[in-house]
């Protein structure tokens, strides 16, 4: 009798388990057909819930659309929120990605990093190749806009210049270098300068290397340099006499200093322009005479090669001229 009831006890716990294992993967499988076949998705990703559809996920073949397809296990709770251990920050930006095909990415570096390493996990091939291309333009950015040279020795500037194979622009900018007080507005007119010159290294990106020169004995001059040697140059500085002392009073001619700035670009790329080819872009055009309160003289230096050397007239009584006047040298 106890043999009997052994057997049949252990029959029943045989049957009690055929009959319960088949109940678990059948709850399993009613989860995995409810994701297929239903047409809304819910995702909980670190704490953060998304309600989208299962077209939005199946539009591009990544991990998403292997979750949707059953090929890639996930769990599920009882609320029906399908859960996803990553951080949840970015991941409306991979559903509108999905959804649009393409989405604004931040500017911020380190967050497109971020947003990379989610495309990257979930395998989302068009929105990694997007942040790709904008990690490039970041970094060709950088590299060409951000590098301006700083000059701390006549050695280095003269060995730098005879090398480059661009055109050079150069500010000396040094207001220490002064013995007397200024006028009112030289540190404005300072200033604007400064202000030119990175406004033309923005413009001019790649094309013309730039460099500030703040050890130099001029307080504001810019030199145009082209095939190693110097072109041109614009001072900007002048000596007032007032009523009982001197100053020093600072220019800013803006259309002149964007003139020499064309001027030097004929010697991109190792191109020259021939004779007269200097004066490609001169605004005073070839039939025009030097103005009020100008001079204009031409000295040969290697042959046919010249230097323009413009410059405020050096000594001046206070309000002689008018804002703007300048006497123009070649030597």
């Known amino acids: 009798m106890s043999a009997e009831a052994s057997v049949g006890s252990h029959a029943a716990n045989t049957a009690q388990s055929a009959v319960s294992q088949p109940v678990f993967q059948s709850t399993v499988e009613d989860r995995h057909q409810g994701l ?8 909980n990703v670190g704490g953060s819930l998304h309600y989208t559809t299962v077209q939005t996920l199946t539009k591009e073949e990544s991990l998403l659309h292997s979750i949707c397809n059953g ?5 599920i709770d009882s609320d029906g929120w399908v859960i996803l251990d990553r951080s949840g920050r970015h991941f409306g930006l991979i559903l509108n990605f999905l959804r649009d095909g393409s989405v604004p990415l931040p500017d911020d570096h380190r967050e ?6 989610e495309a990257q996990y979930y395998r989302v091939q068009g929105l990694i190749q997007h942040c790709l291309t904008a990690m490039q333009k970041q970094k ?14 006549a050695k280095e ?6 090398t480059c194979r661009k055109p050079v622009v150069k500010l000396q900018n040094n207001r220490g270098n002064n013995k007397y007080s200024y006028t009112s507005n030289s540190d404005d007119n300072l200033l604007k300068n400064i202000e030119l010159f990175d406004k033309l290294v923005l ?12 050890l130099g004995d001029e307080i504001c001059c810019w030199s145009f340099y082209g095939e190693g040697r110097k072109i041109a140059e614009v001072c900007c500085t002048s000596i007032v006499y007032a009523t009982e002392k001197k ?6 001619p803006e259309a002149r ?17 021939g004779p007269g080819g200097l004066h490609l872009f001169d605004s005073r055009g070839p039939g025009s005479s030097v103005g009020t309160g100008q001079s204009e003289e031409e000295g040969a230096v290697g042959g046919d090669r010249r230097v323009r050397r413009i410059h405020v007239r050096r000594h001046i009584m206070h309000d002689e001229r008018g804002h703007g006047q300048q006497t123009v040298y070649k030597d």
Do not use: H, W
């Open 257 to 273: 200093i964007f003139e020499e700035t064309l001027n030097i670009l004929i010697y991109e790329n190792g191109r020259r322009s």
């Open 157 to 162: 500037e003269q060995r730098m210049i005879a």
């Open 71 to 75: 090929g890639t296990e996930v769990n």
């Open 247 to 252: 100053q020093t009073k600072v220019e800013f």
């Open 140 to 153: 060709d950015i950088f590299e060409s806009v951000c590098r301006i040279p700083m000059i701390t020795s």
């Open 112 to 117: 497109l990093d971020e947003v990379l390493k």
């Open 203 to 214: 413009r001019f990106n790649g094309r013309v290397l730039f460099v500030k020169d703040v």
């Open 36 to 43: 297929l076949g239903s047409k809304y998705v819910k995702l």
